[in-house]
């Protein structure tokens, strides 16, 4: 083409490098990936000794973390309800089931497997018989086992300073099972003497239910002798049966509140009026061995005869 020149489109072949030979900076830029590659390997080094070393103590972390929670958790969940006043109403039923009504209630429709006789000498207070009871209130079986022991010593004394109380709450069996507390409660009689022992409370504090009553060293001889495991409720009926356990279902009771427990006392006809009622006179008979049948009009009444010929 005119006007342009062949040798303009040849391509330019590049200056040579200026200062060291091409060996030399080759041997400079292959010493240079060296120190980089050296440069890495020493950061990964160091990040993983970092992580050896932080991970043990993460670990530690969470698991104190996790064991926080679960505290705070367990102590909300076994915050157990309060111990209160009880009603004069519910209190009166309690302590006063109508004659009518034990007689109508009977015995148990079966033998309950928790009663044994001891075998052994009478347990006495100042020539009273006396009945032991150890138990907790944060235990479901002592809270369904007060309700017909203590219907059951109405019919030889009398009682002051019984307080509502409830069993543990959820995640115990029978959780917040209305119940009474022996707890600063005392108990008068011409024929029987009463100790009631309430271990604990309902409340868990650290993963362990609150300490409350001390059972004293001669009681604690008693239980061991009778109860070696130590399972609660533990009751003796002076000196001649022992009760370790419930005498009667958990589940009849569970569920329903003081006051309709208590209304159904003089109803031998309902589930936990027969079961309360009738329990009460089984225990009423295993006393009235103690007591030398006294008094007369309880110890020789039907029910309590016919309840008696249970006892093991």
Known sequence: MEGVSSSSTRPKRPA????????????????????LAASARTRNNQRRRLVTVLAPIGAVLAVLAILVVVRATTSQDHAGKKTRAAAATVIAQVTGVPVAAFEAAGAPAKRSDTI??????????????????????YCPFCATERWP???????FGSWQGLKYSYSASSPEVFPDTSTFTFHGATYTSRY???????????????????????LGADDGAIMKQYDPQGSIPFTDLGGRWVING??????????????????????????????IDSAANVLTAAICQSTGGQPVAVCTSPSVVAAGKTLP
């Open 16 to 35: 040579p490098l200026a200062g060291k030979p091409k060996g030399a900076a080759l041997k400079d830029r292959e010493a240079a990936r060296r120190a």
């Open 192 to 214: 029987v003497s009463f100790t009631g022992v309430e271990t604990a409370t309902n409340r868990q504090v650290n993963g362990s239910y609150e300490p409350l009553d001390q």
């Open 149 to 155: 022991l203590i219907v059951a010593l109405s019919r």
């Open 116 to 137: 044994t006789a001891t075998g052994g000498g009478a347990l006495t207070d100042n020539g009273k018989a006396r009945v032991l009871y150890v138990g907790a209130e």
């Open 246 to 275: 419930a005498t009667y279902d958990p589940s009849v009771i569970h569920g329903r509140t003081h006051a309709e427990i208590a209304a159904t006392l003089d109803k031998p006809g309902t589930a936990s009026g027969k079961a």
